[in-house]
Nanobody, 123 residues
Framework: QVQLVESGGGLVQAGGSLRLSCLVS????????MGWFRQAPGKEREFVAA????????LYADSVKGRFTASRDNAKKTVYLQMNSLRPEDTAVYYC????????????????WGQGTQVTVSS
């Protein structure tokens, strides 16, 4: 079975930075496009960022564009989300996800999900 294990969440002050990591096992990592989503309390899970199999193509939600950067290391089977200039509204549980198809912004396009990691940004 495909397993996604996240790390790097925590508490950070507004304006600070944080890097999330997601280790993927059970499948050929390079065959999957990867996505990052987040869910705040009482809200729907929303798209944050996505990266293609090769890492060449990326997509970002307007709310994080210019602040967040997705990257991947296929040798380490790990995808990263570098988050800079964090804002209180970025507070949410962040999830990594893997798609057997292609890079996408829609939840239904992803086949596997991590357990989520809490990111809290204080004002």
């Amino acid at each position: 079975q495909v397993q996604l294990v996240e790390s790097g969440g925590g508490l950070v002050q507004a304006g600070g930075s944080l890097r999330l990591s997601c280790l993927v096992s059970g499948r050929t990592f390079s065959s999957h496009a990867m996505g990052w989503f987040r869910q705040a309390p009482g809200k729907e899970r929303e798209f944050v960022a996505a990266i293609s199999r090769s890492g060449v193509s990326t997509l970002y939600a307007d709310s994080v564009k210019g602040r967040f950067t997705a990257s991947r290391d296929n040798a380490k089977k790990t995808v990263y989300l570098q988050m800079n200039s964090l804002r209180p509204e970025d507070t949410a549980v962040y999830y990594c996800a893997a798609s057997q198809l292609s890079i996408a912004t829609t939840l239904r396009m992803y086949d596997y999900w991590g357990q989520g990691t809490q990111v809290t940004v204080s004002s």
